[in-house]
C-alpha cells in the first residue's frame, strides 16, 4: 500500500536537550567532527542507519533514549561544549571583520545565485562540481565571516540516484524528499506564515514559490520551492528535478531562480531587518535574469531608465562562467524566452516584469544566431566583473567570448580569474584535521589555513595516515561493492568474494567525476591488456576505483559506464578494479581520503577548472593528470604527474597517445615510487611527494583562498562601484548611462588621423625613447572623454602587436588635423617592435577601458 502524502513529525526534545535542535539546524556539524561524534553517541547504530543525518535521527530515537540522555552528566557535557563552540563559530570577529576594523569600505551583503548548491549530502540538492564548489563557497564565506546570502532551488527529488543494472546500465531513482525531512526552516512572516515569492507566468498566473533556509554556519541559503497547494500541478512541478525535463521547464526553472531569487532575498532582508545586498554573484549564467528583476525594482522603484538603471546593476554584478565548451552554455531559443516575458496581448511591455520593454529584455542575451537568448552573454552583459574558474579558463574564455568586445585582442577582454578551492574542514580527513589543529591551533584550521604545517609532520606519521585512509577506503569500497551487487540482483551468498576485494596495501587509484565525454572515462580502457597487467603485477599492482553518474539523457555516456562496469565484471580483475555506483558527497569522501594517486584525463582545455584533484591533494593523494584546468597553473614537477597532452592531434589518436603516456607513467614512475620501500618500509620518495602536495598546494587550493580573492578582486571593487552609482539618487548611474549614449553616438566620428614619431635610428637600442605624437577626431566628444594610448610591443610576421605596453598620451592641444596628443615610450624590448595609437572611452566609473567594447585604431 502506497501513501497518499507523507511528512515527517520531529521528535519533541527534553528540555536540557534542546541544543541538539539547534546544533542540527545548523549544517555547521557537516564539517565540525566534534558535533558529528556527539549525533553517534545519541545512538550509534541509529546514526548509522540513518547514514548520518541527524535530522533522521532525532526522528527516530526512542524518546526514552532522549530521556536518559537527559540525566547522562557526560553526554550533557559534551552537548553544552558543542553548543558553546557552535556559538562561538557564529558571533566571533573573522577576517571579513578584520578588514573591516582597517577601515576598508566593505560590501553590506553580497547575494550568491547558483542553480545548485553541494553542503552536505543529506540535502541532495547537486549534481557535481559546479554545486559542491557552490556549497564550499558558503562554507567558506560563513569561516571568514563574509555577509552572504546563498539563493537557488530547492529540487524535490534533487538530481537523480545511480544503481546499475545487471547487465551495468545506469539506472536513475528518483526519490522524493520531504522538505520537513530536510534540515531546513520556512520563512515565515511576523504572523508566522509562510513568506512567498510571486512570479508572474503567461496566460495570466502567477507561479508562487516558498522560501526554505538551509543554515550554513553564518550564511542562509535560501531555496525557492513551487510544490505549494496555490501552485497548479504544471507549476508545482517546476522544482522537481535538477537538470531534468525540456528548454521550457528550465526557462521556468532559471526565471524562479532568478527573478523569485531577488524577491526571496527581499523578503529575507526584511523579515530579518537586514541591510539589501549590494553585490550579487552570479554562480554560472543560470540564474541571470536577475539582473533584469533588479533592473525593473529600480525603474519602477527609483524612476531610472532602463539604461540608468542596467547602469547601476553591472556596478554591483559579478558573473562566473564556468564552462569553456561552447556546447555546454545554456541558451535558449528566443521565441521561448519572448513567450515568457512578453506581455499579455502582444503589448511590448513584459507582463512579468512590469515597467521594461520585452525588446531590451532580449537584447541582453544577444548572440550572433539571432533565434537564440545567450545566458552567458547576458551574464557577461549584467556584470561589470567577470572571471572564469582558473587561469587557464580565464584565457579560455577570453578568446571565446572575445566576439562582445570588438576590437580588442583576447588578453584584453575584460574576463579575470579566480582559481577555484575546495572547503578543508569538509574534505580533509579528520586524521588530518587533528593534526593540524595540534601544529596550528584551532583557529586557523577553522579558518582552512594553517595546512602547510602539515609538512613538518614526520614521514612515518605521514605514512600510517596515508596507510589508515587507504584501509578505510577499502572497507568502504568492499561495502558498497556488496550493495551494489545486490542491487543487480546477486544472492549474499554469491558475494563472498567481495571479502577479497582490495587490499589495503596496494596503490590505490581514484578515477570518480560526471561522465560527459570531454572528461573521457574510458581512457583507461583504451589498451585493456595492458591496464590488466598493471592490475594484475605480482610484485607492483594497482587498483582503481572508479565512479560517476550520467546525465540521465546521455545515452552515450551511459554506455561509457557499461563498458567499465562490464570490464570491472571479468572474474580475473574484478577483485582489483570496481566501479561504485552512485558517486555523491558521501562516497566522495572515502575516495579523496584513501586514493593514493588522483586520475584526472580530460581533453585539454575542456576542463574548466576541477576541483575533485584538490580534494585529494589535501589529504596528502597525488594527482596524475592532463594540465588542464587548475592542475595547468598548480602542476610544478614535483606534487604529482602531469600527462602529455597531444592538444591538436585528431580524437582518435589523441586518445591513442595520451593513454599510452599515462600507462607509461604508471609503469615507469608511479608505481616505483610507491613500492620502494626503506628500511623502515616507508616509500621515502613517495613520501617526500606528499610532504610536498601537502605544503605547496595545502594552501593554494583552499576555498578561504578563493573566496578572500573573489572578496578582495571582486566584491569589495563591485560594492563600492555599487556606492558609487547609487549616491545621491543614482546621480553616478545616470552620468554613465548618459556618457555611454554620447559616446555610442559620437564613435563612428571618432578617427586616428595622423601619427608621427620621433626619428628612430639606424640600430635602436633597447630603452630608446620613442616619442609619439597623434592627431584625433572626437567629433562631438571632448578630449577629457577618451583616453588616447600608445601602444608598443613585438611584432609577428603579420604586423600584430604581441605582449603590448600600453602608455597614455597627454592632450597638448587643437590644430586643424584634430586634437593633439603625445607620449614617450621607452622601447621596452629587444628584437621585431611595433607602435601604434588608439583611442578609447574615458569614464571614471568603467572598471575596465575595455569595457564599452569601444576602440578607435588608425
Ligand atoms: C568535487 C566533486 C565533484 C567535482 O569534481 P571535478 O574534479 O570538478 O569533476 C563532483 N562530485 C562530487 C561528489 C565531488 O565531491
Not at 82 to 111: K, N, S, V
Not at 386 to 392: I, Q
Not at 452 to 479: C, F, G, M, Y
Request: charged share 25%.
Amino acid at each position: 500500500m502506497k501513501a497518499l502524502r507523507r511528512f515527517t513529525v520531529r521528535a519533541h526534545l527534553p528540555e536540557r536537550l534542546a541544543a541538539l535542535g539547534a546544533l542540527t539546524a545548523n549544517l555547521r556539524w557537516s564539517w565540525h567532527p566534534q558535533t558529528q561524534d556527539l549525533f553517534e553517541s545519541v545512538d550509534p547504530d541509529l546514526w548509522r542507519r540513518c547514514s548520518n543525518d541527524p535530522v533522521r535521527l532525532l526522528g527516530e530515537v526512542p524518546p526514552a533514549r532522549l530521556d536518559a540522555l537527559a540525566e547522562d552528566g557526560d553526554f550533557l557535557a559534551r552537548l553544552d561544549a558543542a553548543a558553546a563552540d557552535l556559538e562561538h563559530y557564529l558571533t566571533r570577529p573573522r577576517w571579513f571583520q578584520e578588514q573591516q576594523e582597517r577601515g576598508t569600505t566593505l560590501p553590506a551583503g553580497i547575494a550568491y545565485f547558483s542553480m545548485e548548491f553541494g553542503v552536505t549530502e543529506v540535502l541532495p540538492n547537486y549534481s557535481g562540481g559546479l554545486g559542491i564548489l557552490a556549497g564550499d563557497h558558503l562554507k567558506a564565506a560563513s569561516d571568514l565571516g563574509l555577509p552572504l546570502i546563498g539563493v537557488g532551488l530547492l529540487y524535490r527529488s534533487g538530481y537523480f540516484r545511480q544503481s546499475l543494472s545487471a547487465d551495468g546500465w545506469q539506472m536513475e531513482h528518483y526519490p522524493s524528499y520531504d522538505p520537513q525531512g530536510l534540515p531546513l526552516r520556512l520563512l515565515t512572516e511576523a504572523d508566522g506564515t509562510a513568506a512567498l515569492v510571486q512570479v508572474a507566468v503567461p496566460g495570466g498566473r502567477t507561479l508562487d514559490a516558498r522560501i526554505w533556509i538551509a543554515q550554513v554556519g553564518r550564511v542562509p541559503l535560501l531555496l525557492l520551492d513551487s510544490d505549494i497547494p496555490s501552485n497548479d500541478e504544471e507549476l508545482c512541478g517546476v522544482t522537481d528535478r535538477l537538470y531534468g525535463g525540456d528548454q521550457d521547464h528550465r526557462i521556468k526553472q532559471e526565471i524562479l531562480a532568478g527573478v523569485g531569487g531577488v524577491r526571496a532575498v527581499r523578503a529575507y532582508t526584511r523579515i530579518h531587518g537586514l541591510p539589501d545586498p549590494d553585490v550579487f554573484h552570479m554562480n554560472e549564467g543560470h540564474a541571470g535574469f536577475l539582473g533584469a528583476e533588479r533592473i525593473r525594482e529600480l525603474v519602477t522603484g527609483a524612476g531610472l531608465d532602463f539604461d540608468e538603471a542596467l547602469a547601476a546593476v553591472r556596478a554591483g554584478t559579478v558573473f562566473t562562467t564556468h564552462t569553456p565548451v561552447p556546447a555546454g552554455i545554456d541558451r535558449f531559443p528566443i521565441d521561448l524566452v519572448r513567450h515568457y516575458f512578453s506581455g499579455t496581448n502582444g503589448e511590448n511591455e513584459s507582463a512579468l516584469l512590469p515597467g521594461l520593454t520585452v525588446d531590451r529584455i532580449l537584447a541582453l542575451g544577444r548572440e550572433s544566431n539571432p533565434n537564440v537568448f545567450n545566458m552567458a552573454h547576458l551574464g557577461l552583459r549584467l556584470g561589470q566583473r567577470c572571471n572564469g574558474v582558473s587561469k587557464l579558463h580565464g584565457e579560455v574564455s577570453r578568446g571565446m567570448f572575445e566576439g562582445l568586445w570588438p576590437g580588442f585582442d583576447a588578453a584584453e577582454v575584460p574576463i579575470g580569474s579566480v582559481t577555484n578551492g575546495v572547503h578543508a574542514p569538509t574534505w580533509a580527513a579528520r586524521e588530518w584535521i587533528a593534526l593540524a589543529n595540534r601544529l596550528a591551533g584551532p583557529d586557523r584550521v577553522e579558518e582552512a589555513r594553517g595546512w602547510e604545517l602539515l609538512q613538518t609532520i614526520d614521514r612515518k606519521e605521514l605514512w600510517s595516515t596515508r596507510n589508515a585512509l587507504r584501509a578505510q577506503l577499502v572497507a568502504e569500497v568492499r561495502r558498497r561493492l556488496r550493495e551494489s551487487w545486490l542491487e543487480r540482483g546477486a544472492t549474499e551468498a554469491e558475494l563472498g568474494w567481495i571479502e577479497s576485494v582490495f587490499d589495503p596495501n596496494v596503490l590505490t587509484v581514484g578515477f570518480a567525476r560526471r561522465v560527459p565525454t570531454y572528461k573521457r572515462l574510458t581512457l583507461m580502457l583504451r589498451d585493456p591488456e595492458r591496464l590488466r597487467a598493471l592490475l594484475l603485477d605480482d610484485e607492483r599492482p594497482v587498483q582503481l576505483v572508479v565512479a560517476g553518474k550520467s546525465h540521465p539523457a546521455d545515452d552515450a555516456g551511459k554506455a561509457l559506464i557499461q563498458q567499465v562496469v562490464r570490464f570491472a565484471d571479468e572474474y580475473d580483475v574484478r577483485h582489483r578494479i570496481v566501479f561504485l555506483p552512485n558517486y555523491d558527497m558521501s562516497m566522495a569522501r572515502y575516495l579523496y581520503w584513501g586514493c593514493d594517486v588522483w586520475l584526472n584525463n580530460p581533453l585539454r582545455p575542456l576542463e574548466a577548472c576541477g576541483t575533485s584533484g584538490m580534494k585529494s591533494a589535501l589529504n596528502g593523494g597525488l594527482n596524475l593528470s592532463i594540465r588542464d584546468g587548475w592542475w595547468d597553473e598548480m602542476f610544478d614537477g614535483e606534487n604529482g604527474w602531469a600527462i602529455p597532452t597531444a592538444d591538436g592531434v585528431d580524437d582518435t589518436r589523441r586518445d591513442d597517445l595520451e593513454a599510452a603516456a599515462l600507462y607509461e607513467l604508471l609503469e615507469r614512475s608511479v608505481l616505483p615510487r610507491f613500492y620502494d620501500r626503506d628500511s623502515d618500509g616507508v616509500p621515502a620518495r613517495w613520501i617526500e611527494m606528499v610532504r610536498h602536495t601537502l605544503e605547496d598546494l595545502g594552501p593554494k587550493v583552499l576555498a578561504s583562498r578563493m573566496v578572500r580573492d573573489y572578496a578582495v578582486d571582486y566584491y569589495i571593487p563591485a560594492a563600492a562601484a555599487a556606492s558609487k552609482v547609487t549616491a545621491d539618487d543614482y546621480a553616478g548611474a545616470r552620468a554613465l548611462a548618459d556618457y555611454r549614449h554620447r559616446i555610442e553616438a559620437a564613435w563612428p566620428g571618432v578617427r586616428v588621423a595622423q601619427v608621427d614619431s620621433t626619428p628612430i635610428p639606424d640600430v635602436p637600442q633597447i630603452g630608446l625613447p620613442l616619442g609619439l605624437t597623434a592627431h584625433v577626431q572626437l567629433g562631438d566628444l571632448t578630449p577629457e572623454d577618451v583616453e588616447v594610448q600608445a601602444v608598443v610591443g613585438r611584432v609577428g610576421s603579420d604586423d600584430t602587436i604581441g605582449d603590448p605596453v600600453t602608455v597614455p598620451m597627454q592632450h597638448i592641444g587643437t590644430d586643424p588635423l584634430g586634437e593633439e596628443f603625445t607620449a614617450t615610450v621607452p622601447l621596452p624590448l629587444a628584437g621585431a617592435v611595433g607602435y601604434t595609437v588608439r583611442v578609447l572611452p574615458r569614464h571614471g566609473l568603467l572598471a575596465s577601458p575595455a569595457e564599452l567594447g569601444m576602440v578607435a585604431l588608425p
